[in-house]
């Protein structure tokens, strides 16, 4: 097992958009172990929530003051706004499966993004993602191992 290549599934398990989503398949393409891919990949997607929980708002705030910066601040704030009603009907269970189906749009920065926008409470905000990317991160290595490989391990 290459070192480089465990950072590499890190750092892209990090990046918005590919995600846990991305980079678990990426793992399993490297013959990386489920579940050192698993949990490389957990810790990579949910470390950058808690700063986006902390700092979205002042960085879009900020972003719309630069005119280069301003569509993407725009077109942030406008994806938060159309996942807004998904999360707000069931709160804390619906951001759970929110961020826990491995859907295109749907993740932990998205996530983390609505309850931002939503003021959602960090101790209510942090198990929700958490544990919504754990559960697509299971999602994923099935899809990417196989379930045979899975339950192999187990037994």
């Known amino acids: 097992m290459d070192f480089k290549n465990i950072l590499y599934i ?11 989503r991305g ?12 579940y050192i891919n698993y949990v490389v990949c957990v810790i990579g997607n949910i470390l950058p929530v808690p700063f986006i929980l902390l700092f979205i708002r002042q960085i879009l705030h900020w972003m ?5 910066l301003a569509k993407i601040a725009i077109w942030v704030e406008n994806k938060a706004e159309k996942n807004k ?8 269970f619906g951001l759970y499966v929110f961020v826990a189906l491995p859907l295109p749009g749907t993740g932990a920065w998205t996530g983390a993004l609505v309850a931002a926008m939503l003021d959602m409470r960090m101790k209510k905000s942090i198990p929700a993602i958490l544990f919504g990317v754990m559960t697509a991160g299971v999602i994923m290595s099935l899809a990417s ?5 899975f339950l192999k391990f187990l037994l």
């Open 10 to 20: 890190f750092l892209c398990s990090m990046v918005p958009i590919i995600e846990l």
């Open 23 to 34: 980079a678990i398949p990426m793992g399993a393409a490297l013959d990386i172990p489920f």
């Open 64 to 68: 719309k003051k630069v005119p280069k």
């Open 85 to 92: 009603a998904k999360v707000l009907k069931y709160a804390t």
């Open 145 to 149: 191992y196989g379930a045979i490989g």
